[in-house]
């Protein structure tokens, strides 16, 4: 029973499972390109939408393609009575909790529930990326006493979004920063929540459990908490020049500070730069230049910490953004949610198209062999 040949990856960094055309990631340069396009030009010129179909369907789509998948999207955004039922039933929940159960529960009111063909896998992502929003601004309004706000078909998803939360239409820039942070959070490889729902996927089990299970992985702060802990810690530190004395105390207790490293990249996260601007315009527009202060302040006490491959990721300036547009801080994460919805339906649909079982070994380490004795002579 020796384990000591066996060369264990503990965390399966760096090791490869399967091939993809989904994103590719260089973690030394912090090039992100989906399906071949850099994520800087998407994030700068394409739309929500658009990134949407070009991850789920391997190309650009021409205007009408667009619009096509537009009118699929935007016409799939209610979600039944019963699920609404379910939510207010749950409501004192976390966010990220009640979103899991009631993507779970969705599967039951699906028309395609039961068809896992990939025609139907396919109708089905697309009807959960639309209702995803909705679960979450359904719960926000029903643990605030207030009635939900029914979702409208002539806003885009960003623009949806933030009118269901906030119950009035957001303006265009506001609208578009949004989008920018979906954009920037619609896929990344075989992240842990992704690789939860191919894992899910790989049992031949359908999409609505393998998106509720990438939500159950996406909720964790190593993944998708990490904005909410960065809002936090810029409460916390108050004032930019609290910042170096709060990162010397967290590092000193060998704590993790917020936003800062990944699995992946050992160079800046590519996707941080299109928010931090987003903060520095936000911040100063709303009279609060301290919170991008703050941040910047952070970045400059953990500049030793670059030098080891620890940068700003993705999640640093997300949480102060969704902060200044009055979101509250446990809605952090399903935001990530909404935004990697097509990431999670690309990735299912890639695995059911060679599909595999997914199911590694464990070296066992624990007793040899032993006599079973009868409880009660133990
Ligand atoms: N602050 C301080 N030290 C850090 C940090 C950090 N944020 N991240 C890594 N390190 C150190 C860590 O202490 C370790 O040092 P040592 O070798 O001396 O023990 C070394 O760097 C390697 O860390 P690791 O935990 O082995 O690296 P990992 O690849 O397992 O962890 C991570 C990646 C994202 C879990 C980790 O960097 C972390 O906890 N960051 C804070 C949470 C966060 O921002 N998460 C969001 C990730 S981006 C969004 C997403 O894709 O989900």
């Not at 055309?21 to 390109?33: A, P, Y």
């Not at 009118?71 to 209610?78: F, G, N």
């Not at 890639?350 to 595999?356: C, D, F, G, L, P």
């Amino acid at each position: 029973m020796t384990t000591d040949k066996i060369d264990i990856h503990r965390g399966l960094a760096d090791v490869y499972f399967d091939r993809t055309e989904s994103s590719f990631i260089d973690g030394k340069e912090g090039t992100l390109l989906y399906r071949g396009y850099n994520i800087h030009d998407l994030a700068e010129k394409s739309t929500f939408e658009e990134t949407s179909y070009l991850l789920i369907h391997g190309k650009l789509p021409t205007r009408s393609e667009l619009d096509a998948f537009d009118v699929d999207l935007r016409s799939s955004r209610a979600i039944p009575d019963q699920v609404v039922e379910i939510i207010r039933a749950i409501k004192d929940s976390h966010p990220m909790d009640v979103l899991r159960t009631a993507t779970s529960a969705l599967s039951s009111f699906d028309p395609d529930a039961g068809d896992n063909s990939p025609e139907a896998t396919l109708r089905k992502g697309l009807r959960l990326t639309s209702q995803v929003p909705t679960i979450v601004t359904t719960h926000y309004a029903i643990r605030d006493g207030r009635e939900p706000v029914a979702p409208r078909n002539d806003l885009s998803h960003a623009a949806n979004f933030l009118y269901m939360f906030k119950g009035e239409e957001c303006d265009e820039d506001t609208n578009q920063l949004m989008d920018k942070d979906f954009i920037l959070h619609a896929e990344h490889g075989s992240n842990a929540s992704s690789f939860t729902a191919r894992v899910v996927v790989g049992t031949n089990a359908d999409i609505h459990g393998a998106i509720t299970a990438g939500i159950a992985a996406l909720s964790g702060p190593s993944h998708g908490g990490a904005a909410e802990g960065v809002m936090k810690m810029a409460l916390e530190i108050g004032e930019p020049e609290n910042a170096a004395q709060y990162v010397k105390d967290v590092l000193a207790r060998r704590d993790r500070v917020m936003g800062f490293g990944h699995r992946v990249y050992r160079a800046e996260d590519p996707r941080a730069r299109h928010l931090k601007a987003g903060v520095k315009r936000l911040s100063e527009e709303m009279g609060q230049p301290k919170w991008y202060a703050i941040l910047e302040a952070v970045i400059e006490a953990m500049k030793p910490y670059a030098r080891r491959g620890i940068h700003v990721n993705v999640d640093f300036f997300a949480g102060v953004i969704y902060y200044l547009n009055g979101i509250p801080e446990d809605l952090f994460v399903p935001i990530f949610a909404i935004g990697r919805m097509p990431g999670w339906v690309l990735q299912v649909l890639e695995q059911q198209e060679n599909n595999i079982l997914l199911r590694p070994r464990l070296a066992y380490v624990g007793p040899e062999e032993q006599a079973y004795v009868p409880i009660a002579d133990r």
